[in-house]
């Protein structure tokens, strides 16, 4: 996790930002949507070529999508929204370990992010813990969601800006709140689709600044979370994903198309809780050693992360 970020504010109560229409939202979506997959496939250039003609029946189709779980969180709650935005953007989800994540008290769940349909996944599977607010980068898309918004402690790409984080969520799991964070801060290998090998890589690599929470407010409970299959193969032979050069930009852009093309998205997400770390003495080095190797062992246990928690 970044080590700061600030808090969205309810301004409007989930209604449209101020002098929004309905309409005029949907179209901001629209366009913020495709803007992001110029971006993601290295295609910058061309975003206002005749090129965003032929991309603009996909980046509507998920805009409207997403206003209509924005709209559902609202009125349903964020669970319960997520649960409508992955049902029509998966072929379901199987859960392991639920039972790990606390009913009540600060908790952190730590997962990987393999996606972008993870995050409403795992929303969606924390329905028993209606107080969740999510950790998330700072992104227009996000933010044209007033209900979701809500919901946010958002990292600013500025860092002069970061100075909130800590306590707004630090203040949050003092009232016994529980948060979702993904450490990486960025698209990882999805443990199904691109392999155990490139995934336990990811993992090692996280910042072991959520250790600070620990400190914070020691009474804490860190639950780590493994979700896989949200990425489909297909999508990482696609060819534009083929043609980026990095690793990390090939996954992001295989993440991109997951969420565009409905003939990506008929798999089952899988994901699977661990048990939680309990600190002593807010040993940070301690904390993400456990909260790593117990991660290593959700994916290393038969392959299959949906069976993995004990």
Same mark, same amino acid.
């Given at each position: 996790?970044?080590?700061?970020?600030?808090?969205?504010?309810?301004?409007?109560?989930?209604?449209?930002?101020?002098?929004?229409?309905?309409?005029?939202?949907?179209?901001?979506?629209?366009?913020?949507?495709?803007?992001?997959?110029?971006?993601?496939?290295?295609?910058?250039?061309?975003?206002?070529?005749?090129?965003?003609?032929?991309?603009?029946?996909?980046?509507?189709?998920?805009?409207?999508?997403?206003?209509?779980?924005?709209?559902?969180?609202?009125?349903?709650?964020?669970?319960?929204?997520?649960?409508?935005?992955?049902?029509?953007?998966?072929?379901?989800?199987?859960?392991?370990?639920?039972?790990?994540?606390?009913?009540?008290?600060?908790?952190?769940?730590?997962?990987?992010?393999?996606?972008?349909?993870?995050?409403?996944?795992?929303?969606?599977?924390?329905?028993?813990?209606?107080? @969740? /607010?999510?950790? $998330?980068? #700072? *992104?227009?898309? =996000?933010? &044209?969601?007033?209900? %979701? +918004?809500?919901?946010?402690?958002?990292?600013?790409?500025?860092?002069?800006?970061?100075?909130?984080?800590?306590?707004?969520?630090?203040?949050?799991?003092?009232?016994?709140?529980?948060?979702?964070?993904?450490?990486?801060?960025?698209?990882?290998?999805?443990?199904?689709?691109?392999?155990?090998?490139?995934?336990?890589?990811?993992?090692?690599?996280?910042?072991?600044?959520?250790?600070?929470?620990?400190?914070?407010?020691?009474?804490?409970?860190?639950?780590?979370?493994?979700?896989?299959?949200?990425?489909?193969?297909?999508?990482?032979?696609?060819?534009?994903?083929? @043609? /980026?050069?990095? $690793?990390? #930009? *090939?996954?992001? =852009?295989? &993440?991109?198309?997951? %969420? +565009?093309?409905?003939?990506?998205?008929?798999?089952?997400?899988?994901?699977?809780?661990?048990?939680?770390?309990?600190?002593?003495?807010?040993?940070?080095?301690?904390?993400?050693?456990?909260?790593?190797?117990?991660?290593?062992?959700?994916?290393?246990?038969?392959?299959?992360?949906?069976?993995?928690?004990?």
């Amino acid at each position: 996790m970044p080590p700061a970020a600030f808090d969205v504010p309810d301004e409007n109560g989930g209604a449209p930002p101020l002098g929004m229409t309905s309409s005029s939202l949907l179209e901001r979506l629209t366009e913020i949507n495709l803007d992001d997959l110029f971006e993601a496939a290295g295609l910058v250039r061309l975003r206002h070529s005749p090129v965003r003609r032929l991309l603009r029946p996909s980046a509507r189709r998920f805009a409207q999508l997403a206003h209509e779980f924005d709209l559902r969180a609202g009125e349903q709650g964020l669970a319960r929204g997520s649960a409508w935005l992955l049902h029509r953007m998966t072929a379901g989800v199987r859960v392991a370990g639920l039972g790990h994540v606390p009913a009540t008290g600060p908790v952190v769940v730590l997962a990987n992010h393999p996606g972008m349909t993870d995050t409403v996944a795992l929303i969606a599977s924390l329905e028993s813990r209606p107080d @969740l /607010r999510v950790i $998330a980068l #700072d *992104r227009p898309f =996000l933010r &044209a969601l007033p209900n %979701v +918004a809500r919901r946010l402690i958002v990292v600013p790409d500025d860092a002069a800006r970061r100075t909130g984080v800590l306590r707004a969520a630090a203040g949050h799991l003092r009232q016994g709140g529980a948060l979702l964070t993904f450490p990486a801060g960025a698209i990882e290998p999805d443990p199904v689709t691109a392999g155990r090998a490139a995934a336990i890589a990811s993992i090692r690599r996280w910042s072991d600044s959520f250790a600070l929470f620990a400190r914070l407010v020691p009474q804490t409970r860190f639950v780590p979370a493994i979700v896989g299959n949200v990425v489909s193969a297909a999508s990482r032979r696609h060819p534009l994903a083929r @043609l /980026r050069r990095t $690793a990390q #930009d *090939r996954e992001r =852009l295989a &993440a991109a198309l997951q %969420v +565009a093309l409905p003939r990506y998205q008929d798999g089952v997400a899988r994901i699977a809780f661990g048990a939680a770390s309990v600190v002593r003495g807010a040993d940070a080095d301690a904390l993400r050693v456990d909260v790593v190797e117990r991660l290593v062992d959700l994916i290393e246990a038969t392959g299959d992360p949906s069976r993995g928690a004990g």
